[in-house]
T-cell receptor, first 113, second 111 residues
Framework: GGIITQTPKFLIGQEGQKLTLKCQQN?????MYWYRQDSGKGLRLIYY???????QKGDLSEGYDASREKKSSFSLTVTSAQKNEMAVFLC????????????FGHGTKLSVL | QQKVQQSPESLSVPEGGMASLNCTSS?????YFWWYRQHSGEGPKALM?????GDKKEGRFTAHLNKASLHVSLHIRDSQPSDSALYFC???????????FGAGTQLIVIP
C-alpha cells in the first residue's frame, strides 16, 4: 500500500500572507488533486495535475497557485490569505482512468488570524 | 449549479437499523459513480464504486444505480456507531475527466 503525506497538519497565517501547503504520495499515481473543504461541507476542486509539470484549474483556482515539481509531489500556494478564513485542504492522488479511486491525505487545517 | 446533489443533508438511525443515502446527477455524461466516507479528522476514503445499472453489494453496503434517472443510492444494513461519518457521492464522465463531489450526507448512528 501507499500513503499520502500532507504538511503541515495545521497552518496558522496572517491576513495577506502567502502560504504554501505540500503533498507527497508514494503510490506512483499519475494524477494529483487539491480540494478545499469548508466546515461540514463538500469538496471543491482547486487544481489538479495529470502528470509531472501539468496543471489544470478546478472550480476554485482564483487566489491559489499550484506546482507539480515531480510525479510524487504537488504543492499549493494561497497567494494572499483572507482574514478569518478557516478551511481544510485535502490532497488526493489516483491512477489515470475514469474508474480509478482517489486516495486522500489527512488534510491541512488552515486558520487565518 | 452543483452537478451532484445529495439528500438528506443529515440522517440519524438507531444502531442495527438501515441507512439510505441518495444522490442525483444533473449531467447525463456521468458514467462512473463512487461513494466516499469521511470520519472526523481524516480524509475521505473510497467506500465502493458502481458503474453499471442495478445493485452492487459489498458486505453491509449496497449501492444502486439507475442511469436513466441519473440516480444512485447507498444503503447500509445493520448500521454501526463506527458508520457515523460524512458520506460523499462522486461522479465522473470521460476517461480523463475530473471527479465531481456532492455536498455530503452526515450520518449519525445512535447506540
Amino acid at each position: 500500500g501507499g500513503i499520502i503525506t500532507q504538511t503541515p497538519k495545521f497552518l496558522i497565517g496572517q491576513e495577506g500572507q502567502k502560504l504554501t501547503l505540500k503533498c507527497q504520495q508514494n503510490f506512483n499515481h499519475d494524477t494529483m488533486y487539491w480540494y478545499r473543504q469548508d466546515s461540514g461541507k463538500g469538496l471543491r476542486l482547486i487544481y489538479y495535475s495529470i502528470t509531472e509539470n501539468d496543471l489544470q484549474k478546478g472550480d476554485l483556482s482564483e487566489g491559489y497557485d499550484a506546482s507539480r515539481e515531480k510525479k510524487s509531489s504537488f504543492s499549493l500556494t494561497v497567494t494572499s490569505a483572507q482574514k478569518n478564513e478557516m478551511a481544510v485542504f485535502l490532497c488526493a492522488s489516483s491512477y489515470r482512468g475514469a474508474g480509478e479511486r482517489l486516495f486522500f491525505g489527512h488534510g491541512t487545517k488552515l486558520s487565518v488570524l | 449549479q452543483q452537478k451532484v446533489q445529495q439528500s438528506p443533508e443529515s440522517l440519524s438511525v438507531p444502531e442495527g437499523g438501515m441507512a439510505s443515502l441518495n444522490c442525483t446527477s444533473s449531467d447525463r455524461n456521468f458514467q462512473y459513480f463512487w461513494w466516499y466516507r469521511q470520519h472526523s479528522g481524516e480524509g475521505p476514503k473510497a467506500l465502493m464504486s458502481i458503474f453499471s445499472d442495478g445493485d452492487k453489494k459489498e458486505g453491509r453496503f449496497t449501492a444502486h444505480l439507475n442511469k436513466a434517472s441519473l440516480h444512485v443510492s447507498l444503503h447500509i444494513r445493520d448500521s454501526q456507531p463506527s458508520d457515523s461519518a460524512l458520506y460523499f457521492c462522486a461522479a465522473r464522465g470521460s476517461a480523463l475527466g475530473r471527479l465531481h463531489f456532492g455536498a455530503g450526507t452526515q450520518l449519525i448512528v445512535i447506540p
